[in-house]
Every structure is written in structure tokens, then in C-alpha cells.
Nanobody, 122 residues
Framework: QVQLVESGGGLVQPGGSLRLSCAAS????????MAWYRQAPGKRRELVAV???????DYSDSVKGRFTISRDNAKNTLYLQMNSLKPEDTAVYYC????????????????WGQGAQVTVSS
């Protein structure tokens, strides 16, 4: 059974930083691409960053240069370091296993954790 548990969210001022973690259970982690998504109120869930099983990352244009995705396969844990946060980064952040077919074709599996709320506000 797959479980994804996000943590590390919170309230931060604009320009601040947060680090999200995603603890994954299941034997898939080390051989799967993983990704972070976010969903702001009233908006569709969007892909933020994706990382291959070997650690190659890619980012949405909105977070490129500010966010860093990483993984520790020995700990079955995915991370998202978020710097220079902006109010528009406010959302619930989710991690998930994905199939990464191309830069424009990243497909999440159909299981989601509870997410981590990130609020950027002064």
C-alpha cells in the first residue's frame, strides 16, 4: 500500500524560506520519478517540480531559480526547498509518484497524501 505524507508547511513572510518533506512508503520510491504539485484556492492543481529516480530535476517556470527538489532514496523521502517565497506561492503542496514521459507530459499516479499548507503573507 502506498502512503505519501507531506510535512514542513507553515506561515512565512514574503522572501522567506520553507523546506517540505514527503515520506513515502512502498517499494516503488527508488525506481520512480517523483514530483511536487500545488493547489491554490479556486485553482487547479499544478505541477511545481519533478525529479527522476536518479536525481535529475525540472521545474515550472514560476518557481525556477527559487525552488529546489531533491530526494534521498535511502530514506524514501522527497524534499522541496523553497526560497524567496512570494504570496502567489500560497497553496497546499502535494507530492506524488509520477510517470515522466517528457517535459510536457508528467502524469501523477492516482493517490495523494493530505498535503502541506504553505501560506506566504506579511
Amino acid at each position: 500500500q502506498v502512503q505519501l505524507v507531506e510535512s514542513g508547511g507553515g506561515l512565512v513572510q514574503p522572501g522567506g524560506s520553507l523546506r517540505l518533506s514527503c515520506a513515502a512508503s512502498g517499494s516503488f520510491f527508488g525506481i520512480s520519478a517523483m514530483a511536487w504539485y500545488r493547489q491554490a484556492p479556486g485553482k487547479r492543481r499544478e505541477l511545481v517540480a519533478v525529479i527522476s529516480s536518479h536525481g535529475s530535476p525540472d521545474y515550472s517556470d514560476s518557481v525556477k531559480g527559487r525552488f529546489t527538489i531533491s530526494r534521498d532514496n535511502a530514506k524514501n523521502t522527497l524534499y522541496l526547498q523553497m526560497n524567496s517565497l512570494k504570496p502567489e506561492d500560497t497553496a497546499v503542496y502535494y507530492c506524488n509518484r509520477v510517470n515522466w514521459y517528457s517535459d510536457d507530459d508528467v502524469r501523477p499516479y492516482d493517490y495523494w497524501g493530505q498535503g502541506a499548507q504553505v501560506t506566504v503573507s506579511s
